[in-house]
């Protein structure tokens, strides 16, 4: 696995303060993308919480899943959160350290009284002092919210006096990327009321013993869920419940609990999304098929990247972007002049840089803009760095709905019917490509569509 060392700076550690007026959370920003451009600390909102007990917690389940690791467990996981700010909303996002559960706290404008909301998007410091004084919050006294620094504070920083330096697998990358393209996918599944919802996530498992029996698989009955052994029409893979433990920071304040997936095809594991519904907020998790098998591997995001017609279309796309709270794709196909299916994978595309994530609640996509190095998930994805050293090679002979590529002392035969390639390598056999197309396909897909491939490298 590429490792990096991601070097996030603040201007001092985020706090929990007391004065005779209140409490005041201060939560400092590392370096950021705004509308300005480029920014040390930026600042997206200074108000008050319309429900600070539950924000706290909230806001503690995704500092959880960010220094969690659900597989491996030994191995050290931990990056500070992102926030976003979307005009309206404030989106708080992490990633597990083995990439399989992906956590999104999104506190809406109900739930915010205050000025209104920047735009852009960085790493917040969630220290271990701070989660201490969140975890004692109680009761619901006003606690005035500050994203970024105080502004008189701006003008007289004289750098960074916190630092902390965290390993960035490349995987963590391209995680983001792979959940919002499965998400996408997903529909409504069951919505449960607080009760129901309560006794249902409370009666899941909260150790790693369940892991280790494959996908379990619930399906709506009546207006709660109930396990079934086989994945019927409807059900919603459940794979590694205990990987729902950080739920449990906001289940007495939950309104509803809505439960996503997408069709099910077969009886292989799939993954799924679990919302609480909250009072102004809502916190997703979102897991991956398997405890043991991360979002960077499943390949979603593999097609749009291996065309230079994605390439083009991401680039003009992403000039209309403006950290919108919900992205239409045929209002950017109507604006940008082409259709939706291209729209559609050019946003593919852009979530591979981190600049595009899906929002089930509101079945839209929403922009923001990682603080990492936006093309290190290409750069180092595995099959496609495979691919294009493939094409860029010569390997690829096309014969009509056929095509041959030569690898090593090996030949494959690459076939195309209905739209979608099939081929005689062992990846294909032993997914059938549920996990993306395999190296062998996408040089074939490269070559077809005239991608560039120069030396292997675009």
Known sequence: MTRSVQALAYARPSALESSQVGASLGLETAGGLTPRGA??????????????????????????????????????????????????????????????????????????????????????????????????????????????????????????????????????????????????????????????????????????????????????????????????????????PERLVALQRVLRHATALRVYGPPVADGAPVASAWEVVLPGMRLTL??????????????????ALATDEAAADAELVSVLLAWEPTIEPATLAERSGLSVERVRAALTRLGTAGRVGYDLADAAYFHRELPYDADRAERHNPRLVAARELAGAGAVSLDGTLAYVTSGDRRYQVRESDGKLTCTCQWWADYRGKRGPCKHALAVTMVRRGATVAGGVR
């Not at 449960?192 to 698989?217: D, H, M, T, Y």
């Open 39 to 240: 920014e040390a600390h930026p600042r997206f909102f200074a108000g008050f919480l319309s429900a600070p007990r539950i924000a706290a917690r909230g806001l503690l389940a995704v500092a959880d899943v960010a220094a969690a690791r659900y597989y491996q467990r030994t191995l050290a996981a931990s990056l500070d959160p992102v926030v976003t700010g979307n005009g309206d909303r404030l989106r708080f996002e992490s990633f597990s350290g083995c990439c399989g559960v992906y956590a999104r706290l999104d506190v809406l404008q109900e739930g915010l009284e205050g000025e209104r909301t920047g735009h852009g998007t960085t790493n917040v410091d969630v220290n271990n002092p701070l989660r201490d004084a969140l975890s004692r919050i109680t009761a619901d006294d006003p606690l005035h919210l500050r994203v970024g620094p105080e502004e008189l504070a701006v003008t007289t920083l004289d750098g960074p006096v916190v630092e902390k330096k965290v390993p960035l697998p490349d995987r963590w990358l391209r995680g983001f990327a792979e959940a919002q393209v499965a998400s996408a996918g997903f529909d409504l599944r069951a919505e449960l009321s607080a009760a129901q919802a309560v006794a249902f996530l409370r009666s899941l498992p909260r150790g790693s013993g369940n892991a280790a029996r494959g996908a379990q698989w619930v399906v709506a009955s009546g207006s709660a869920l109930r396990p079934t052994t086989r994945p019927v029409a409807g059900a919603v893979c459940l794979p590694g």
């Open 286 to 303: 979102t897991l991956s098929p398997d405890a043991s098998r991360g979002f960077s591997g499943e390949g979603g995001v593999l097609a």
